[in-house]
């Protein structure tokens, strides 16, 4: 659980900031946009899996927000994230508690560099002008929309923020919006692939028949033409 998380940040951290101490904290009532002076903010969507305390049903999110509150101390060397995952409960249990999602140990690296890319950025003034944002693994393909009614950040009206959000942003958030997904394949399937076949277009090919035949009536007439001066 949480001793993962700070164990791969510190890590992460040693290797960009030897000398420089960092610590993360998770904290269950930190709140998007509710920032200290001198704080930054990071969220991330994330892919993980969850499951049931009472009935120890399992399903999987690829909407999961991870939130960072950020701030560096320049003349202490030190810095400070506090962190908090967003929860989720049972589709199909009454009045189930909120369960805390279960990150593979490889989407906890790709978050948290993400958020050490970030830190450099924002703290440190260093990195590159544009960060790509790693996504997380997605194991399996979801299907059907984001259950809004068992998700605490969107009954706590911040999920829906983090949608407007990501669609604003560039191809690197992509593939964590499905909605986006669905729309993307169904638009070249209609009009390429379809609506053509479908529909033995007769009027374009008789156009090409009539010009052809077009072409040969006027070649006839030139060589007529060239036949009867020539005589
Ligand atoms: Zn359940
Ligand atoms: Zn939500």
Redesign the pocket.
């Known amino acids: 659980g949480r001793e993962v998380w700070k164990q791969v940040f510190q890590e992460l951290m040693q290797e960009v900031k030897p000398w420089h101490t960092w610590t993360l904290k998770l904290d269950k009532d930190l709140l998007p946009n509710i920032l200290k002076p001198g704080w930054v903010q990071y969220q991330q969507w994330t892919f993980a899996r969850f499951q049931?305390?009472?009935?120890?049903?399992s399903w999987a999110s690829a909407q999961i927000q991870v939130l960072f509150h950020m701030h560096w101390s320049k003349g202490e060397s030190k810095g400070q994230v506090k962190m908090r995952v967003f929860a989720q409960?049972?589709?199909?249990?009454y009045q189930?508690p909120f369960e805390v999602p279960q990150f593979t140990q490889e989407n906890i690296s790709r978050i948290l560099n993400n958020l050490v890319l970030r830190i450099l950025k924002k703290c440190y003034r260093e990195g590159f002008k544009l960060v790509e944002v790693i996504p997380t693994i997605k194991d399996i393909s979801l299907k059907g929309p984001h259950d809004s009614d068992n998700c605490e950040a969107c009954l706590q009206g911040f999920c829906a923020q983090g949608l407007l959000q990501a669609t604003n942003l560039p191809t690197s958030w992509s593939p964590r919006a499905n909605t986006s997904y669905q729309v993307e394949t169904r638009i070249p399937f209609s009009p390429s692939g379809e609506d053509s076949y479908s529909y033995p277009s007769q009027n374009p090919m008789h156009r090409k028949f009539s010009i052809s035949c077009y072409c040969c009536f006027i070649f006839i007439v030139v060589v007529v033409i060239v036949i009867i001066i020539t005589i």
């Open positions: 049931c305390s009472s009935c120890s049903r409960r049972c589709q199909k249990c189930p």
